[in-house]
């Protein structure tokens, strides 16, 4: 393998030249005194939690200009494209690329890995879908496929022009992902993303559902790469850091970008359900101080892991009864959704380095910091917030 490429596989946290939980100058919200919401997370406070789901990074570093890389989310461990799972898309400004969608809103169905990757890694991102897809024992009769590609534009600290991410590249993403705890910050799909200004990056945390509630777990994933004016369990941050859309000195277009929220659930969902659980991560995204703007592609892709509502080949070729759960049932999920969704942006910038890179385009030198975690600790605690 070459020296400039990562390969990052999901796991224990020790990563080259990534921020990690072991890195101390990079913290989960929790670890400050952050916790969004009323309901708890899970063991990891990831979208692994969620039993069966998996996630996978490439993340790719060379020389002055190359940041980004590549994050794979699949459902199950299984053949995803005999075993689909049900799933929405939800569009809360469109100015993005999320190929596989119109599918998915047609079918209600994902049946492939979800891949997310900077904007012009797309159709290569496909590519990976398509081949690892191809060559997975069972399908060799398949002749169409729906991959599912989210992405973000990381042009300003990468040289996205080059193109250097190959489908061989992005597919280690796809058969590296792993269970358990998930890579957060500079990793994968987000190491070269924006968020308020500051550094964004991959994010994630989860919610459990008491069990007189059903039990269930929501998990959420995030690629954070847009802007607004920030804002932190109610706190004006970026208004107390002096750096937010709209500020004089800063030019309009800071509060363009996309933010790619994968929103998984073991709850027995119909397609139907799962549109309005995607919809409630966009109220956690407000929470954040998202401005929603013209140029920011805002997505969230939902789905069901529960053995209930797969639709396997038998499910397929006849009539069958599938699981749903009941309309009357499912408020609760969608505060977990909220919760995740919030506590994952957080998580994702918390996590993230400063970085730095040469732009390509406008020829000069481009720093985005990380956000200064003790003057945010700083600034919540003076508006009367416990930190730890």
């Known amino acids: 393998m070459r020296s400039w490429m990562r390969v990052l596989a999901i796991g224990a946290m020790t990563y080259v030249g990534v921020a990690s939980a072991e890195d101390p100058t990079s913290v989960r919200a929790r670890q400050i005194g ?27 570093r060379k020389g002055d200009s ?9 459902p199950h461990g299984g053949n995803l494209f005999q075993d689909k799972v049900p799933a929405a898309v939800v569009v809360a400004n469109g100015f993005g690329k999320l190929m596989g969608s119109t599918q998915v809103d047609e079918l209600g169905e994902i049946e492939t890995p979800i891949v997310l990757t900077n904007t012009l890694g797309v159709p290569r991102a496909a590519e990976a879908i398509v ?22 534009n990381d042009s300003r600290l990468n040289d996205i022009r080059s193109r250097p991410l190959t489908a061989e590249i992005i597919a280690e993403a796809i058969t590296g992902a792993r269970s358990g705890a998930v890579a957060e910050g500079s990793v994968g799909a987000g190491t070269g993303t924006v968020a308020f200004g500051w550094k ?3 994010g994630t945390s989860s919610r459990v559902l008491p069990k007189k509630l059903g039990g269930y777990t929501v998990g959420v994933l995030v690629q954070s790469n847009f802007g607004g004016i920030l804002q932190m369990d109610g706190v004006p941050i970026g208004e107390a850091l002096g750096q937010y859309y709209l500020k004089q ?15 998984a659930t073991d709850a027995p ?8 659980l995607g919809n409630r991560t966009l109220a956690g995204l407000a929470r954040t101080g998202s401005s929603f703007s013209n140029g920011s592609g805002d997505y969230a892709i939902s789905f069901s892991t529960a053995a209930g509502v797969r639709r396997t080949p038998a499910v397929r070729a006849a009539v069958a009864e599938i699981q749903d759960l009941p309309n009357d049932q499912i ?12 506590e994952a942006i957080y998580n994702s910038m918390l996590m993230a380095r400063t970085e730095r890179s040469f732009n390509t385009v406008e020829r000069s030198w481009v720093t985005v910091d990380a956000l200064p975690v003790e003057r945010v600790k700083e600034i919540l605690r003076a508006h009367g917030r416990k930190m730890q």
């Open 66 to 74: 190359i940041r980004t890389g590549a994050t794979a989310i699949l």
């Open 331 to 342: 408020s609760p999920l969608f505060q977990a959704a909220i919760e995740s969704a919030e």
């Open 200 to 202: 964004g990056g991959i």
């Open 269 to 276: 969902l119909s397609p139907g359900n799962l549109r309005r």
């Open 249 to 263: 000195e800063l030019n309009d277009s800071s509060s363009d970008g996309s933010i790619i929220i994968v929103v």
């Open 34 to 60: 952050i916790e969004p919401g009323v309901l708890q997370p899970g063991t990891y406070n990831a979208i692994t939690d969620v039993d069966g789901v998996r996630v996978g990074h490439v993340t790719l």
């Open 131 to 152: 081949n690892w897809t191809l060559a997975y024992p069972g399908n060799e009769r398949v002749v169409s496929v729906n991959a599912l590609v989210g992405e973000t």
